[in-house]
């Protein structure tokens, strides 16, 4: 399949579910939501992406933020195998880095719904966690939500550790670029969702974690007020007291 988005196009693939009530999901990888925050990007607010010529391939992983992982061979060590289990998995995923990291990946349902007068999907835009400092957005495949749950998931990277939060406590850096590098994506879903068949109207942001905590901290910004209808939060919470919370922005 091909989309067209921000005058450009992508061509994403087909991909179809282990069981036989699933529908098949149409995946694209490597989105881009914003520039490269590289050179005198770096340590600024995230700019809008260019346009490409041709057709973008969007069937692979973009790179993830920069991170560091080698603690996990400490925790092999000090820590029982259930738990250290997955370590091996999350570094395949974070294994190729790059500061040109501000992608997404979103993935479509198939199946037509018959409830719906308008044809548009809701939207689930996933925020990870990971302490402010590792994880990817690569590791949430959202195409067994996208297609039980008849909605379009997006799962978005953006930058980590000293690159997405330091701040100078000046103009020099101001911080929390990896707060405006997840309000750089809800745009670009709010403006180009509906090529896909999403409602950019009924934009969910869900996380857990740190991700949580990115989800109810952008219920207070003004600048993502419009970009979605309804938080999910589930631990890491920034507000409140319940352990799970929703928030309805009316």
Known sequence: PVIRVNFSKLRGLRVAMPSEILGPVEQ???????????????????????????????????????????????????LPVWFTANLDTVASYVHEQSEDCLYLNIYVPTEEDAHDDTGLKPVMVYIHGGSYVEGTGNMIDGSILASYGNVIVVTVNYRLGVLGFLSTGDQAAKGNYGLLDQIQALRWVKENIQAFNGDPERVT??????????????????????LFRIVLARTGRKLGQPYIFMYVCM
């Not at 050179?39 to 057709?55: K, L, M």
């Not at 857990?208 to 905590?213: E, I, P, V």
């Open 205 to 226: 942001i869900f996380g857990s974690g740190a991700g949580a905590s990115c989800v109810s901290l952008l219920t207070l910004s003004h600048y993502s007020e419009v």
């Open 28 to 78: 694209y990888l490597g989105v881009p939501y914003a520039m490269p925050p590289t050179g005198q990007r770096r340590f600024q607010v995230p700019e809008p992406p260019a346009s490409w010529p041709g057709i973008r391939n969007a069937t692979q992983f973009a790179p993830v933020c920069p991170q560091y992982l080698e603690d996990r061979l400490l925790l092999t060590d000090m």
